[in-house]
Every structure is written in structure tokens, then in C-alpha cells.
């Protein structure tokens, strides 16, 4: 009999949310399987604990970017707060709450006719007016099953001539930022996923994957240096934020939609994951966000994360199968 690998069961012995992905990405277990585990998402754990939050209107905390009791000063004392709408929308897709149950549809309706963005007071589904939000947004539409082409269409034409995107472009930036290209990526590799995407928005993800592949996901152009040196730590939940694990997870999910293999300019990277895995196969969370949360989904900072370890071993898997096919 084989061994059992201690890294898996300790991942299996999990949330739901973790558990059906381990299933399907690690395990190669049948469909019904995973598919019967991914449906206790909305019933136990993590989502079914999220979900009990949500406001009657759909929303969660009582706005789309902010808590309704939001004042200012907690993000100055205490870190930015992520228990509005977009964040707990956002985490439900992460967990992988089924997009086609009733409740999801229920929420997404909901969230159409009563929520708007504090900052013009649009409706949520038509977007705000910072890349970052509205990469996320689409993200999150796409996933569950809302038109949001005309978020799309904003964003395509809001790239930068360096081809990527910057939420601090209406303040005058010029030049694209790491964080803002990988959530709008993020957002148009979902819309392709769910529609095929559009002639305008394939050239836009292709443009902006060029943008961290020419920096080798975390280098200057310029000078070659680390951007960041954050981006070489990886943290969970990522919100806004980037790193390369989040890079490479985001490559790994479009070559598998595209069929297209790794790009080279990835290795660099791969190496860095590598480097960082601990002698007990498992990854480390380097670091989390302050602010106010509904509920912690990871272990300690600086002890071994159940999320990183599922996403390193997933790219890990990915681009080993693939060197193998080259080879």
C-alpha cells in the first residue's frame, strides 16, 4: 500500500473549503466526490460561518467597501477593515461556495438591487472607479454568473502604456502597479473562463501578463531589483495585495484554461517557492493584514498555512507536470 502523505492529511484535515480542492487538484479524486465535498462550503465551516453574517439586503457589515459603522480612524489605529461586501463576496469564491446554488443566486440579486459603492454611489454590479476594485469585482461577477462586460470594457481601456494597470492612474500614475495588474488580470481571466471573454479583453490580459513576466513577476525593469520585497513573502488572505505565489497561482489557472505552457520567465519564481518550502513539505504564512476580520481563516503568522501550502503545491504540481511533457 502506499503511504500516506502526511502534508495531505494534514490538509484534509481541514475546512470544506480546503478539503474539496485538495480533492480535486492533489488528489485527482472522481468529480462527484469533489463536487459533494465543495457543496458543504455553503452548509459548514468556513462559508457556511461567513454566510450566517450576511445582512438581510445581501450585503455584509452594511456596505460595499466599508462597514456601515466605519470611521476613519480604525484604519489609521487599526488597519484596513475587510468585512464589507466586496471582501466576503471575494472570499466566497475562494472557498468555492457554488456560484449556481440558490442561495448564491439569491445573494447576487440581492446585491444588484440594494448595494452601492460608497465612493460615487454606483450600483455594485456596475462597478466603482479604482482598477483594483473593479478587477476584483469582475472576479467575483464573472464567478457568479452576472454580466459585467461593461466593467470589462472600463478596464481594457484603462491600461497604462506599460501595459498594466494602476489604481492611482486618476491621481496621475503613470506607471503600472504589480498589485493593481494582478487584480485586474485576475478579473478578466474569470470573465474568459465564464464567456470566452472579448477580442479587447484576451489583448488586454495577454498585455498585462507581459507586464510581470518582463519583470520576472517582482523585479524592477529598470534596475532588476526586487520591487518589493514583500512580494517575496507570501501572506493570506491577499485581499488587494500581491505576491509572487499569487502571480504564479494566477499563471498556472490561465495556462490551464488556454492550454498554453509555462512561460520560462516564470522559473525564477518557481525557484523562490521552492527555496521556501520547510523540511516538512509544508509553507509558512509570512505574513497577514491588520484590520478588522469576520473570523480567521489561517493559522499563526510564521507557522505552517494550510491556504499557502494548497496553492504552492498546487503551481508546484502544475509546472512539474508540464516539465515533464517538455521533457
Same mark, same amino acid.
Given at each position: 500500500?502506499?503511504?500516506?502523505?502526511?502534508?495531505?492529511?494534514?490538509?484534509?484535515?481541514?475546512?470544506?473549503?480546503?478539503?474539496?480542492?485538495?480533492?480535486?487538484?492533489?488528489?485527482?479524486?472522481?468529480?462527484?466526490?469533489?463536487?459533494?465535498?465543495?457543496?458543504?462550503?455553503?452548509?459548514?465551516?468556513?462559508?457556511?460561518?461567513?454566510?450566517?453574517?450576511?445582512?438581510?439586503?445581501?450585503?455584509?457589515?452594511?456596505?460595499?467597501?466599508?462597514?456601515?459603522?466605519?470611521?476613519?480612524?480604525?484604519?489609521?489605529?487599526?488597519?484596513?477593515?475587510?468585512?464589507?461586501?466586496?471582501?466576503?463576496?471575494?472570499?466566497?469564491?475562494? +472557498? @468555492?461556495? &457554488?456560484? !449556481?446554488?440558490?442561495?448564491? #443566486?439569491? *445573494?447576487?440579486?440581492? =446585491?444588484?438591487? %440594494?448595494?452601492?459603492?460608497?465612493?460615487?454611489?454606483?450600483?455594485?454590479?456596475?462597478?466603482?472607479?479604482?482598477?483594483?476594485?473593479?478587477?476584483?469585482?469582475?472576479?467575483?461577477?464573472?464567478? +457568479? @454568473?452576472? &454580466?459585467? !462586460?461593461?466593467?470589462?470594457? #472600463?478596464? *481594457?481601456?484603462?491600461? =497604462?502604456?506599460? %501595459?498594466?494597470?494602476?489604481?492611482?492612474?486618476?491621481?496621475?500614475?503613470?506607471?503600472?502597479?504589480?498589485?493593481?495588474?494582478?487584480?485586474?488580470?485576475?478579473?478578466?481571466?474569470?470573465?474568459?473562463?465564464?464567456?470566452?471573454?472579448?477580442?479587447?479583453?484576451?489583448?488586454?490580459?495577454?498585455?498585462?501578463?507581459?507586464?510581470?513576466?518582463?519583470?520576472?513577476?517582482?523585479?524592477?525593469?529598470?534596475?532588476?531589483?526586487?520591487?518589493?520585497?514583500?512580494?517575496?513573502?507570501?501572506?493570506?488572505?491577499?485581499?488587494?495585495?500581491?505576491?509572487?505565489?499569487?502571480?504564479?497561482?494566477?499563471?498556472?489557472?490561465?495556462?490551464?484554461?488556454?492550454?498554453?505552457?509555462?512561460?520560462?520567465?516564470?522559473?525564477?519564481?518557481?525557484?523562490?517557492?521552492?527555496?521556501?518550502?520547510?523540511?516538512?513539505?509544508?509553507?509558512?504564512?509570512?505574513?497577514?493584514?491588520?484590520?478588522?476580520?469576520?473570523?480567521?481563516?489561517?493559522?499563526?503568522?510564521?507557522?505552517?498555512?494550510?491556504?499557502?501550502?494548497?496553492?504552492?503545491?498546487?503551481?508546484?504540481?502544475?509546472?512539474?507536470?508540464?516539465?515533464?511533457?517538455?521533457?
Amino acid at each position: 500500500m502506499t503511504k500516506p502523505d502526511p502534508v495531505i492529511e494534514w490538509l484534509l484535515d481541514s475546512d470544506p473549503s480546503i478539503r474539496w480542492q485538495v480533492m480535486c487538484d492533489l488528489l485527482d479524486a472522481p468529480q462527484p466526490e469533489w463536487m459533494a465535498e465543495r457543496a458543504k462550503v455553503e452548509t459548514e465551516g468556513w462559508g457556511a460561518k461567513l454566510l450566517s453574517f450576511q445582512d438581510d439586503d445581501g450585503q455584509w457589515a452594511g456596505g460595499a467597501f466599508l462597514p456601515a459603522d466605519f470611521d476613519p480612524r480604525e484604519w489609521r489605529e487599526h488597519g484596513q477593515p475587510w468585512t464589507a461586501t466586496t471582501f466576503s463576496l471575494s472570499q466566497l469564491r475562494e +472557498f @468555492g461556495f &457554488d456560484p !449556481s446554488s440558490e442561495r448564491a #443566486r439569491r *445573494t447576487v440579486a440581492l =446585491l444588484g438591487a %440594494s448595494a452601492h459603492w460608497e465612493e460615487g454611489g454606483q450600483p455594485y454590479w456596475e462597478g466603482e472607479v479604482e482598477e483594483c476594485i473593479n478587477g476584483r469585482t469582475v472576479a467575483d461577477g464573472a464567478y +457568479f @454568473g452576472i &454580466d459585467v !462586460s461593461r466593467i470589462v470594457e #472600463r478596464l *481594457t481601456g484603462e491600461r =497604462l502604456d506599460d %501595459s498594466g494597470w494602476n489604481c492611482e492612474r486618476v491621481r496621475g500614475s503613470l506607471r503600472s502597479s504589480f498589485a493593481s495588474t494582478i487584480n485586474v488580470l485576475e478579473g478578466l481571466l474569470e470573465f474568459e473562463r465564464s464567456t470566452g471573454g472579448t477580442p479587447q479583453s484576451r489583448e488586454a490580459r495577454s498585455t498585462g501578463e507581459k507586464f510581470l513576466l518582463e519583470r520576472n513577476l517582482f523585479r524592477r525593469l529598470g534596475t532588476g531589483e526586487p520591487a518589493d520585497e514583500r512580494f517575496l513573502r507570501f501572506l493570506h488572505p491577499n485581499r488587494w495585495r500581491y505576491d509572487i505565489l499569487r502571480a504564479l497561482y494566477y499563471f498556472r489557472s490561465s495556462a490551464m484554461l488556454t492550454g498554453a505552457d509555462p512561460d520560462p520567465r516564470l522559473g525564477e519564481a518557481i525557484g523562490h517557492l521552492r527555496s521556501r518550502r520547510s523540511n516538512d513539505g509544508r509553507w509558512l504564512l509570512d505574513w497577514t493584514l491588520p484590520g478588522r476580520v469576520w473570523f480567521h481563516v489561517n493559522e499563526a503568522q510564521g507557522q505552517p498555512s494550510r491556504w499557502i501550502t494548497l496553492r504552492a503545491m498546487r503551481v508546484l504540481r502544475w509546472w512539474d507536470r508540464q516539465a515533464s511533457v517538455r521533457h
